[in-house]
């Protein structure tokens, strides 16, 4: 397997991709605000799209996306989580360390 690194140099470029990331760093702030309303159990099992620092449930991740599309159109910083049909806590674990 062979890893290539870059280094942009482009000022254009670098300028873009922070301007993506802020975006990105706004929607992550309004998951953590808004959290409580999106895990409510009405929401078990749909999606949220986060864009323009708001959240859209849908039925799939790609209405869910095309709500925050219509209402953000130039937020290139959203992302779409899908939320569990619970609200248990999840334990994440090697299985084979456990053994």
Request: glycine content about 8%; overall charge negative.
């Amino acid at each position: 397997m062979t890893l290539t690194v870059e280094i942009e140099t482009d000022p254009e470029e670098i300028d873009s991709a922070q301007k993506q990331h802020a975006l990105a760093r706004i929607n992550l702030q309004a998951l953590n605000k808004h959290a409580q309303q999106i895990s409510a159990p009405e929401n078990w099992g749909k999606y949220v799209c986060l864009a323009g620092g708001e959240y859209f449930i849908g039925e799939t991740g790609e209405l869910a996306e095309a709500k925050a599309k219509r209402a953000h159109p130039s937020d290139n910083g959203s992302f779409v989580q899908y939320i569990p049909l619970d609200n248990n806590p999840r334990l994440y674990a090697d299985l084979r360390m456990l053994g």
